[in-house]
């Protein structure tokens, strides 16, 4: 799970990769048997979780290098939108995702609805945060969630690696602009002069 503190890093981290021109990939990774069990609930009244974790995820939606998730097991709260967040997604048979706000009295924010409803379908979305219903490995290949449903964590990492390798082999000058603008026309916020400038450079 996700404390407070934990949540500051992770923006330091997306702050310091964006400022370092090197960093083309950023894999995001989860340690143990699951990916991550979302926000600490304990710290719930300490501060506004909702709007941190829609911050969190926005920058890492919005960040400058190509972003993949590994999960190799549960996705479950905010977790759920910090991998919806990234720009690709592999999963190993392990992976399930549930979303329990709406079962604890918590009104998703406004950056995770939006993502759920852009990238998996109102119906889905309404499956995973209205119903609560828990999605094992392949209902989120089917509901494309995830990218790529791996035979095992071994094979999992092999992907990774192979997804990374893929991703650095090209020409960053295109690559990292055109990430920002398939995000832009997917929330309807195209930047029309920024891409004519990239597409000229």
Do not use: W
Not at 78 to 103: H, N, S, T, Y
Not at 165 to 173: D, F, K, R, S
Not at 186 to 195: E, F, H, M, N, S
């Amino acid at each position: 799970r996700l404390a407070v503190e934990d949540l500051g890093t992770l923006g330091r981290t997306i702050e310091a990769v964006n400022a370092d021109e090197t960093v083309r990939v950023l894999v995001l990774a989860g340690e143990g048997k699951h990916f991550c069990s979302g926000f600490d609930l304990g710290a719930l009244g300490a501060i506004d979780a909702g709007a941190r974790f829609g911050e969190l995820a926005d920058a890492l939606e919005a960040a400058r290098p190509i972003t993949i998730a590994r999960l190799h097991g549960g996705v479950y709260g905010g977790a759920a939108d910090l991998a919806l967040a990234c720009d690709f997604r592999l999963g190993a048979p392990a992976v399930e995702m549930f979303v329990p706000a709406a079962r604890i009295g918590l009104h998703f924010y406004a950056g995770g609805l939006q993502r759920f409803v852009n990238r998996l379908g109102l119906a889905t979305a309404k499956q995973v945060l209205l119903a609560g219903r828990t999605m094992d490995a392949s209902a989120l290949l089917a509901c494309r969630y995830l990218d790529q449903l791996l035979p095992d964590v071994d094979t999992l990492d092999a992907a990774v690696a192979a997804l990374t390798q893929e991703l650095l082999g090209m020409a960053p000058l295109a690559l990292l602009p055109m990430k920002q603008h398939l995000n832009g026309i997917a929330a309807g916020r195209l930047d029309d002069k920024q891409l004519a400038a990239d597409i000229l450079r």
